[in-house]
Nanobody, 123 residues
Framework: QVQLVESGGGLVQAGGSLRLSCAASGSIFSINAMGWFRQAPGKEREFVAAINWSGSTSTYADSVKGRFTISRDNAKNTRYLQMNSLKPEDTAVYYC????????????????WGQGTQVTVSS
């Protein structure tokens, strides 16, 4: 089993920045990829970004490209999502996910999920 704990959410004004953290524990040797997803009120959960465990490959949703950056700290078993130039439409609950196989943008590829952290961007 893998446990994921997100942190770093909060309230920020449009144009501001936040950094989300996702700390992994447990059977982390089984993880090959980690991703971030988000769910806005009344909407389905959507893909934001993903990175493989080595950090050699990352992918982003078009809506966040150039503004969000996913990174890793393997020594701390932690992945980060740096969010810059935030917009009100980025308001959502952000979820960290970990998968044993290839990650990417499909939710079904991820085996473990965190509890989510709220990000609210005011206009």
């Amino acid at each position: 089993q893998v446990q994921l704990v997100e942190s770093g959410g909060g309230l920020v004004q449009a144009g501001g920045s936040l950094r989300l953290s996702c700390a992994a524990s447990g059977s982390i040797f089984s993880i090959n990829a980690m991703g971030w997803f988000r769910q806005a009120p009344g909407k389905e959960r959507e893909f934001v970004a993903a990175i493989n465990w080595s950090g050699s490959t990352s992918t982003y949703a078009d809506s966040v490209k150039g503004r969000f950056t996913i990174s890793r700290d393997n020594a701390k078993n932690t992945r980060y999502l740096q969010m810059n130039s935030l917009k009100p439409e980025d308001t959502a609950v952000y979820y960290c996910a970990a998968g044993r196989g290839y990650g990417g943008s499909d939710e079904w590829r991820y085996n473990y999920w965190g509890q989510g952290t709220q990000v609210t961007v005011s206009s």
